[in-house]
């Protein structure tokens, strides 16, 4: 996912600035959904057909059903590694977690480089764990 999200960017990093990225990166996704899913902890899930199958790509669709509010759909864009399936995209409710980040982190890059994001996000994932 830290490929597409940098896009252009990416290719340009050193692997260095790649490794950081990825790590800091990570870290930010596992803090920001991981609270926001636990919201979803008493509701049902429900996993639909899956759409654009191919033998390496595929987009898993689901709704989360809640107690209270409209259901929550999401779409797990995914393609196979090896023998592996990973995860390249999340959308919630129609928006792309790798086009948002792309766009804000692109901005980014322009006014502070590569490693002014990673130290961003750095201190970003530093004051949410504190």
């Given at each position: 996912?830290?490929?597409?999200?940098?896009?252009?960017?990416?290719r340009?990093?050193?692997?260095?600035?790649?490794?950081?990225?990825?790590?800091?990166?990570?870290?930010?996704?596992v803090r920001?959904?991981?609270?926001?899913?636990?919201?979803?902890?008493?509701?049902?899930?429900?996993?639909?057909?899956?759409?654009?199958?191919?033998?390496?790509?595929?987009?898993v669709r689901?709704?989360?059903?809640?107690?209270?509010?409209?259901?929550?759909?999401?779409?797990?864009?995914?393609?196979?590694?090896?023998?592996?399936?990973?995860?390249?995209?999340?959308?919630?409710?129609?928006?792309?977690?790798?086009?948002?980040?792309?766009?804000?982190?692109?901005?980014?890059?322009?006014?502070?480089?590569?490693?002014?994001?990673?130290?961003r996000?750095?201190?970003?994932?530093?004051?949410?764990?504190?």
């Amino acid at each position: 996912m830290s490929k597409w999200v940098l896009g252009r960017y990416w290719r340009q990093a050193s692997v260095s600035q790649q490794d950081g990225f990825s790590k800091q990166f990570e870290l930010l996704l596992v803090r920001t959904y991981s609270n926001a899913l636990a919201e979803f902890q008493d509701e049902t899930v429900d996993f639909l057909p899956i759409l654009d199958r191919s033998d390496t790509k595929v987009a898993v669709r689901s709704t989360i059903n809640r107690s209270v509010g409209p259901a929550v759909p999401i779409t797990y864009r995914m393609h196979k590694v090896g023998d592996s399936w990973k995860v390249y995209d999340v959308a919630i409710e129609g928006v792309s977690l790798v086009i948002n980040y792309r766009s804000s982190f692109a901005q980014e890059i322009k006014r502070n480089g590569i490693d002014g994001l990673i130290q961003r996000l750095a201190k970003k994932n530093q004051a949410e764990h504190s």
